[in-house]
């Protein structure tokens, strides 16, 4: 096996020596134009494979940049989702928050058992629209707004806003009972509406009252009341209220202190009731009844005195009741006839 291996080795250097003597033989037959575009062709199949690798290369790249971009328009689509799920939740969020502000001033999603007809429905849905349009637009309830507590403007839009609310959510909560209640032969249901549109005018005025007493501390009632059965004829009672009901005043004076109930000749609102009482008291300083005590204001005096003074102080329009019915007294009178007679 050895002389075979070593036989053969000399065999192919042999052929390799003839292949090399070739090369040399065919390398001398080329010009060096030949050499050079033999070497120019090395170099252009070198350039060739860097080529294809590069472009390999670059395949690979595109691959991985598409995979890349489908990834950022995955993403892209899953953010458009969201954000649309995003503005549906605030829209949700913001009619549920309108609901709740609503909500404050006494409108609630209706339920009434009538509501069956579409008619009803769309009905009562664009009345609910224009209560909150109206809220909004603060022209749910009319009144004086700029109000203040203690001289605070912002406390004073406070109580208005407060009161605001409690308005609204007392009408709010008597229409809804009454819608409630309607059927197909109820018929007085506008009365009732009526009767509440009423009440809130009232609630209105009173308002108004409220504020001009507060903004205006002197503006009152000075009355002029007499009592026949108690004090005799030609005493009146000249005083002066701030109270919204000034009759409340004159209930008050009646009360079981006295025998009989006190009858009103004159009822006369002034913005300065103060001055105007303390001028008629002025007049009539020497015709007190009681002359010790100044804090009691009966004077021995006429009606028409009284009414002169009072024109002259105050109003030429002022009427004053003449007539002082008395009742119970002049009733009282005639029991005593009746009694009188009878023992007779």
Not at 206 to 216: F, V
Not at 239 to 259: K, W
Request: hydrophobic residues 35%; neutral net charge; charged residues 25%.
């Amino acid at each position: 096996m050895a002389f075979l291996d070593n036989f053969k080795g000399k065999q192919y250097k042999s052929e390799v020596e003839k292949l090399q003597a070739e090369v040399n033989r065919l390398n001398s037959l080329l010009t060096p134009q030949m050499r050079d575009v033999s070497n120019m062709q090395m170099v252009i199949g070198n350039l060739q494979n860097q080529i294809a690798g590069l472009n390999n290369e670059i395949a690979q790249r595109k691959q991985y940049i598409a995979g890349q971009n489908q990834q950022v328009n995955n993403l892209n689509y899953q953010i458009a989702t969201l954000n649309n799920t995003i503005n549906a939740k605030n829209a949700e969020i913001f009619k549920l928050d309108e609901e709740i502000q609503m909500q404050d001033f006494g409108i609630y999603r209706p339920r009434f058992a009538f509501a069956t007809s579409s008619a009803y429905k769309e009905k009562l849905s664009n009345l609910r629209e224009q209560q909150k349009f109206m809220i909004k637009q603060g022209q749910a309830v009319t009144g004086y707004t700029n109000w203040t507590v203690n001289g605070n403007l912002k406390q004073g839009q406070k109580m208005v806003k407060d009161m605001q609310k409690l308005l609204l959510c007392a009408f709010n909560s008597e229409c809804d009972e009454l819608v409630d209640k309607v059927k197909y032969n109820n018929t007085d249901l506008l009365n009732k509406r009526n009767e509440i549109v009423s009440q809130l005018s009232g609630i209105d005025k009173s308002l108004k009252d409220i504020y001009y007493r507060e903004t205006n501390n002197r503006a009152g009632y000075v009355y002029v009341i007499s009592n026949i059965g108690s004090f005799g004829e030609n005493v009146y009672k000249i005083g002066m209220t701030r109270r919204l009901e000034p009759m409340d005043r004159v209930d008050e004076l009646g009360d079981a202190s006295v025998p009989f109930n006190f009858d009103v000749h004159a009822m006369i609102f002034s913005n300065d009731a103060p001055a105007l009482e303390a001028a008629l008291h002025r007049a009539f300083e020497n015709r007190k009844v009681n002359m010790v005590n100044t804090r009691r204001e009966f004077f021995n005096v006429t009606l028409d005195e009284i009414e002169a003074e009072v024109k002259k102080n105050h109003d030429k329009t002022i009427e004053f009741t003449r007539y002082a019915p008395a009742e119970q007294y002049r009733e009282s009178l005639k029991i005593k006839e009746t009694y009188s007679n009878i023992n007779k």
